[in-house]
């Protein structure tokens, strides 16, 4: 099998006089990125570079930056300028980067996260050195090609780090699943510490296709990219598409160029798939799942209009089966926490020895222990039922409410109680959420709204900070001694 470095390389050769990507308004071919990337790949040599942060918007030095590490064998870290300067900090000291890639524009906002680092800062003149001779080094199946960091309860994220031998498997199931050609034109929505952006290149670009980068002008009207660019492939959190749906852009037969679209990141409705495709008539619908410590997606269901909705549970879409050289443990309950084993899974956290100790399960496989609940039909079709922790999606990203609860309580002056809570609901069943809503006691009234908000910004990423909190005189508990989560939905208006 080859690595993903060599995947592509090979694609590179293959299709470099075909469009490559279009950002920012611009078309670049294969060859056209190839060489931009190529002097990123000296400068990493001559630094003798090893472990390398992005901290750039999404621009063609961004993807320029993260070939460039990828053909230069290093190990690839997305920084995120939305989050806090305090989560920057610790992915980049937790992962222990040596390198960041940056441009001009960024570079100042990045020497107030961290001080001393090798930069790398990109610009026009950057690319019009004179490139050296490169002789590519050699990628192994083992070695770690890339860590992203998920949240966590005490604060502090979880860096994930995954091997080329997880993303070549992954590589090469998606890729059975869709039959990718030269001639497609991608989407391209998310962010770059999302583990979906990364399957977005690596199946655009392993299959010779264009990847299109939306910029803010389509932000808030995606319909309208999907039409002027004609776009044939589609991946988004299924928010999004419910977004679009409240803003009324799923009019009937307004995406007739699609022909693969999938989702993932979150629940998925029935109700969203059936309203995706009255606009998009001529698609194919896959529902993706998988954390980030599984690579990308481990588990897909296709939607087939005679027996899908049937297939459903509570208007929720199933999960599906799990690929190929990947295991699922066996239980004889009927709502169970999902285990998986297998070649696209992770072997564990970095620098957090107590914390692998707990997700593993040792038996004749390591099954990793997701937290999902879930269960199974006899068409051996799996459903999503939620979290055995209170771990919850907003916008596809996954949010600890402790984590946001605990930097709360750092503000206020008291020990009294803090709850944080997803709203509103995307969904029947409460398996994702728009935003957030933070619930204090009156007492708590001594420091402002706006005070609060302003100081959690320091401290958490923006996806993570509540859009209202709400006053209440006291917590209501149920028979067990515990918060009445339902009474405090019912106090949101």
Not at 206 to 226: E, H, M, Q, R, W
Not at 228 to 235: D, E, M, Q, R, Y
Not at 271 to 285: C, D, E, Q, Y
Not at 291 to 312: D, F, G, H, V
Request: proline content about 3%; some cysteine; glycine content about 4%.
């Amino acid at each position: 099998m080859n690595t993903p470095q060599k995947i592509l390389l090979k694609s590179f050769k293959e299709y470099r006089n075909k469009n490559a990507i279009h950002v920012n308004g611009k078309f670049y071919k294969y060859k056209d990125i190839f060489k931009m990337s190529l002097r990123v790949v000296a400068d990493l040599k001559k630094k003798n570079s090893n472990i390398v942060g992005i901290f750039n918007d999404k621009n063609v030095y961004c993807y320029v930056s993260i070939l460039g590490v990828f053909f230069s064998n290093n190990i690839f870290v997305p920084l995120n300028k939305n989050f806090s300067n305090q989560k920057n900090k610790h992915m980049i000291e937790t992962s222990g980067i040596d390198t960041i890639i940056t441009d001009i524009k960024n570079k100042n906002l990045l020497k107030k996260i961290i001080k001393k680092n090798n930069y790398i800062t990109l610009s026009p003149s950057f690319f019009k050195k004179k490139i050296i001779d490169i002789k590519f080094s050699q990628s192994n199946l083992n070695d770690v090609c890339y860590i992203l960091f998920t949240s966590g309860s005490s604060g502090n994220p979880k860096g994930v780090p995954i091997k080329n031998k997880n993303l070549s498997n992954y590589i090469k199931n998606i890729k059975k699943r869709f039959k990718y050609s030269y001639k497609d034109k991608f989407s391209n929505n998310f962010e770059i510490t999302f583990d979906l952006f990364l399957h977005d290149l690596f199946t655009c670009w392993s299959s010779g296709a264009c990847l299109y980068v939306p910029d803010k002008n389509y932000f808030f009207n995606p319909s309208l990219f999907i039409k002027k660019h004609k776009l044939t492939c589609w991946f988004s959190v299924p928010s999004l598409v419910y977004n679009m749906m409240k803003a009324k852009q799923l009019k009937k037969n307004n995406f007739l160029s699609l022909k693969y679209s999938a989702f993932c990141g979150e629940a998925l409705s029935e109700n969203i798939v059936k309203k995706w495709l009255t606009s998009s008539p001529n698609t194919v619908i896959d529902n993706l799942y998988g954390p980030t410590e599984t690579t990308i997606s481990i588990m897909a269901y296709r939607w087939k209009n005679l027996c899908s909705s049937k297939q459903s549970k509570n208007g929720i879409v199933s999960i599906g089966k799990i690929f190929p050289e990947n295991l699922i443990k066996f239980s004889k309950k009927k709502i169970f926490e999902l285990l998986i084993s297998g070649k696209q899974v992770f072997e564990g956290y970095l620098n957090n020895k107590n914390k692998n100790l707990e997700i593993f399960h040792n038996s004749n496989h390591n099954y990793y222990k997701t937290g999902d609940l879930v269960s199974k039909d006899r068409h051996g079709n799996f459903f999503y039922h939620g979290r055995k922790d209170r771990q919850i999606k907003v916008g596809g990203y996954r949010i600890e409410p402790q984590e946001v609860e605990n930097a709360i309580k750092k503000l206020i002056p008291s020990e009294e109680n803090v709850v944080v809570l997803g709203y509103p609901k995307l969904n029947l069943n409460q398996l994702s959420y728009d935003s957030l809503v933070a619930f204090l006691t009156c007492s708590q009234k001594k420091i402002s709204d706006n005070k609060i908000l302003n100081n959690l910004r320091k401290s958490l990423s923006d996806y993570q900070i509540p859009k209202k909190l709400i006053r209440i005189k006291n917590f209501k508990f149920n028979s067990n001694g515990k918060i009445d989560y339902n009474d405090l939905h019912k106090k949101i208006r």
